[in-house]
Structures are given as C-alpha cells and as structure tokens.
C-alpha cells in the first residue's frame, strides 16, 4: 500500500556556474536549476510544480458579474468536478446547489 508522489529535483546556485555547465544540468529530467539569492527561474519551478502536482486554477463569477482573477479555487485534475469543487468550499453546499454553468477549453460535459 504505497502512494507514490511526483519529486521535483531544485538546484540552487545557479549563479555560481558558468552557462556549459548549466545547460548539461537543464537536461537532467525532473530537476529545476534556480538561485535563490538572485531569485532566477522562480517561474520555471512554479511551472513544473503545478504541472507535476497536477493542479488547476477554477474562477468563479457571480452572475452579471466579472470573474474573480484573485483568488481561484486550486483542485487536482483528477479530482475536478462540479461537486469537488462545492466540496473545496463548503460540504454543505452541494446540497443547496441547484445548477451551474461551467465554461471552457478543457469543460467536459
């Protein structure tokens, strides 16, 4: 009874090497090269953490209303429905729920 999670390898002190020896260390799979006192490739790791994790943003807008591009709702994408989602927010509001619209590229039926 194993549960296996994604690892993500972070190599810090990028600064202290010359661009060869970092271009043979970006072909390394599962690793991202940063460093962390100039604060360079934040973005690469940010990236390869919700892509490895398998996370999604869900924004929710109130009827009439803009979406709200602050503060989404972050669920796994194998645990991405209508009901994980009311669950994430409160139990019981799949009970009062009485329907949804939901759009876009990736909204299966």
Same mark, same amino acid.
């Given at each position: 009874n194993r549960t296996y999670i994604p690892c993500i390898y972070l190599l810090n002190?990028? =600064?202290?090497?010359?661009?060869?020896?970092? =271009?043979?260390?970006?072909?390394?799979?599962?690793c991202v090269p940063i460093s962390a006192h100039h604060k360079w490739n934040y973005d690469a790791l940010?990236?390869?953490?919700? =892509?490895y994790l398998k996370l999604v943003r869900i924004y929710t807008k109130p009827k009439g209303q803009l979406p709200d591009y602050e503060a989404p709702v972050v669920l796994q994408t194998n645990r991405c429905t209508?009901? =994980?989602?009311?669950?994430?927010?409160?139990?019981?509001?799949?009970?009062?729920?009485?329907?949804?619209?939901?759009?876009?590229?990736?909204?299966?039926?």
């Open positions: 002190k990028i =600064d202290q090497i010359s661009i060869e020896e970092l =271009d043979i260390i970006c072909k390394i799979p599962h940010l990236e390869k953490m919700w =892509d209508v009901e =994980d989602f009311c669950n994430k927010i409160h139990r019981t509001i799949i009970k009062e729920l009485k329907y949804a619209l939901v759009w876009g590229s990736s909204v299966k039926h």
